[in-house]
């Protein structure tokens, strides 16, 4: 079983970045694409962004295109989302996900979940 370990959320002013940190552990025999999740308040989680295992693909919700990157090192079996121009619609818990069936801006995550971190963006 993996496990996931978040890191790097923390309280931000809109217009802010922020670098969230994804840590794999346990049986990583091999890559799986992997993602990026959150959940608002009163909300249900949704997709944020994924990665195809070599890196070779990335997909984004529309609502965070062009202020969030995804990357990920698997030297280190570590997966990041850069997160700039952070806006208050930003505030939420992210959670990574260890196997992410996605397309052009969506993503279901089938694998193991991450404790989440908590990110708030202040107006």
């Known amino acids: 079983q993996v496990q996931l370990v978040e890191s790097g959320g923390g309280l931000v002013q809109a217009g802010g970045s922020l670098r969230l940190s994804c840590a794999a552990s346990?049986?990583?025999?091999?890559?799986?694409?992997m993602g990026w999740f959150r959940r608002a308040p009163g909300k249900e989680r949704e997709f944020v962004a994924a990665i195809m295992w070599n890196g070779g693909s990335t997909s984004y919700a529309d609502s965070v295109k062009g202020r969030f990157t995804i990357s990920r090192d698997n030297a280190k079996n570590t997966v990041y989302l850069q997160m700039n121009n952070l806006k208050p619609e930003d505030t939420a818990v992210y959670y990574c996900?260890?196997?992410?069936?996605?397309?052009?801006?969506?993503?279901?995550?089938?694998?193991?979940w991450g404790q989440g971190t908590q990110v708030t963006v202040s107006s």
């Open positions: 996900n260890t196997d992410v069936s996605f397309s052009s801006s969506r993503g279901i995550g089938f694998g193991s």
């Open positions: 346990g049986r990583t025999n091999r890559p799986n694409n």
